[in-house]
């Protein structure tokens, strides 16, 4: 819908003031009685043509009015409302393509990959990282349907201090059921060790698994073996729950693989040989100052081990050599003050700055009557994602963590979710295929008429009120939020709208009854009740929820 607009006006400004490539805006107002669409060109043209944007609106409104759809100035912008027929023909198109007329072509091809959840396998994933799994899985989805060929990657951060205090948290819960004490490895874990009832598990596990060889092994070699044997576990646990959410990846990348494969030394010697590697006090330091950092950074340590930064900078030069066009990354919101760093090391590389992406995802509190859920009752700590999908679904988890844009902080009520009220906005939209499927299957028993199988686009011209007329733009316009949503890498907003028209057909369905005696009525109702259940099940699915028969 809103490509017509902006290749009419694209064309207009071209031809008539030799101006292309306006970054106008063209968004719907904010009262439906000014129309569908309003754009902010003339304010822009202005400024080129030294005129006021009124006098321009005037002008350009004029011209650009056509059969498809009526334009007008308004205060300097020009809005824009869709003729009956054109959305009635293109209602048409859509029940004859059906969910395939939601997206086009758009990335033909292009290589991307994202990069999310890669939450270190030394616990099980909370709620954050939840959050991160379904706005990448969306992008993915969305990304691909819209012609982009995409790769998911999980990146596992197996090497390095928090893997030897994992092995070590172990190790300690280990001599605890062996009966042992060690005072040097109790201040360590009391200091820095991982304190979660799942070490406990796993403790008791290593013991079942290794007997007592493993307290025949140097402690330092036991630490390793319980890392491994404790990471291997714990991936398990991530991907069991992952697969729980609906939610694969393609390849799962091991820091400790990148480390020993040689793309760090290749790095360092890219780096050292454009000068921006120097040595002091036995460290290698990358100038990242040069690239906007407030400091330099380590990449080698004085004892010759590499640091976190160094390997995710040999893992993104990984991922430029793999042929990826674009890579996009989620990561959590504390990670924000670390990116101009990672930026700085790859344009260094002479990576192209506009290569890497990165969508942040803010942490998710529980609420229940009213109250913040801090504590699991279960375990007396954090609550997991693994509980949250046991106790309310993956279809609620799933919607609400997509209800808000993902740098901002979501407040996700348990209580509200498990109701079956208007209120849960996951009942509300599924509710609202339900009741249509629940139609179809009425006129199916009564008449013997099957709303899936019946060339209902013959009927659209029969529908005559302004709220069916509503709907019908609603279910259009998906088009153009799902492209928006692809593109500007906002999956939120197609929650948004969902919302919207879930709200505009409950309100059609209380104020026309759909099975009436006149059968060409009931017949253009019914036309534009398939058109609403196509784009609700094309967008249920899209964003992995399910569109139910009944409820």
Same mark, same amino acid.
């Given at each position: ?65 056509? /059969? ?88 596992? /951060? ?9 092995? %070590? ?15 040097? %490895?109790?201040?360590?874990? =009391? =200091? ?79 780096? =050292? ?146 109701? /079956? ?23 199916? /028993? ?52 969902? %919302? ?52």
């Amino acid at each position: 819908m809103k490509d017509l607009i902006n290749q009419r006006l694209q064309e207009l400004l071209s031809k008539k003031y030799g101006i292309q490539g306006l970054d106008h805006t063209l968004e719907a107002p904010k009262e439906k009685s000014l129309g569908d669409l309003a754009t902010n060109a003339c304010f822009l043209l202005a400024k080129h043509l030294k005129r006021p944007p009124n006098a321009i609106a005037e002008e350009v409104a004029q011209e650009l009015r056509c /059969n498809e759809f009526e334009s007008y100035p308004l205060r300097g912008f020009i809005n824009f409302r869709f003729s009956e027929s054109y959305v009635k023909d293109k209602f048409r198109e859509l029940l004859k393509t059906g969910q395939s007329y939601f997206f086009e072509n758009v990335g033909r091809g292009k290589k991307v990959q994202i990069e999310f959840v890669s939450a270190n396998p030394t616990g099980p994933l909370h709620l954050g990282h939840g959050r991160g799994a379904v706005v990448g899985d969306v992008l993915c989805r969305l990304l691909k349907a819209f012609g982009f060929h995409v790769q998911r990657e999980y990146y596992i /951060n197996d090497a390095g201090n928090q893997a030897q205090l994992f092995g %070590l948290s172990i190790l300690y819960r280990l001599y605890e059921l062996f009966g042992i004490e060690d005072e040097e %490895l109790k201040k360590m874990f =009391e =200091e820095e060790g991982y304190k979660g009832y799942y070490i406990k598990e796993l403790a008791k596990d290593a013991k079942a698994f290794y007997g007592e060889q493993i307290l025949k092994k140097d402690k330092q070699e036991a630490i390793e073996l319980l890392s491994e044997y404790g990471i291997k576990r714990m991936l398990e646990d991530i991907k069991e729950t992952l697969n729980l959410m609906g939610v694969v990846f393609d390849s799962w990348i091991s820091e400790r693989e990148i480390l020993k494969s040689g793309l760090l030394q290749e790095v360092i010697r890219k780096l =050292e040989d454009k000068g921006y590697l120097y040595q002091q006090d036995g460290a290698f330091w990358f100038k990242s100052s040069t690239f906007g950092d407030d400091k330099d950074r380590v990449l080698i340590r004085s004892d010759g081990t590499p640091t976190y930064f160094a390997g995710d900078i040999a893992y993104h030069y990984y991922k430029y050599k793999r042929g990826f066009e674009q890579v996009i990354n989620l990561w959590g919101a504390d990670h924000w003050g670390y990116l101009p760093r990672l930026k700085g090391a790859l344009k260094a590389l002479d990576i192209p700055e506009s290569w890497l992406k990165v969508e942040f995802v803010q942490m998710v509190r529980l609420f229940s009557q009213g109250k913040e859920i801090r504590m699991s009752k279960r375990t007396g700590e954090f609550v997991t994602l693994k509980e949250l999908l046991d106790d309310v679904g993956v279809d609620a988890v799933r919607f609400i963590f997509l209800t808000k844009r993902s740098d901002t902080p979501l407040d996700f009520d348990v209580d509200l979710v498990k109701s /079956n009220t208007a209120e849960n906005p996951v009942f509300y939209v599924q509710y609202a295929h339900a009741r249509i499927r629940g139609v179809f299957r009425e006129v199916g /028993n009564r008449f013997g008429i099957d709303p899936d199988n019946e060339k209902l686009e013959e009927w659209i011209s029969l529908l005559t009120d302004s709220q069916g007329m509503e709907l019908m733009k609603k279910a259009l316009f998906f088009r153009d939020t799902l492209k928006d949503a692809a593109l500007n890498l906002t999956p939120h907003i197609i929650v948004y709208d969902l %919302l919207e028209i879930s709200k505009l057909f409950h309100n059609y369905y209380n104020h026309h009854r759909v099975i009436v005696e006149d059968r060409s009525v009931m017949m253009g109702r019914l036309a534009l009740l398939k058109g609403v259940e196509i784009t609700l099940k094309a967008i249920l699915n899209l964003i992995g929820v399910n569109a139910p028969e009944r409820m």
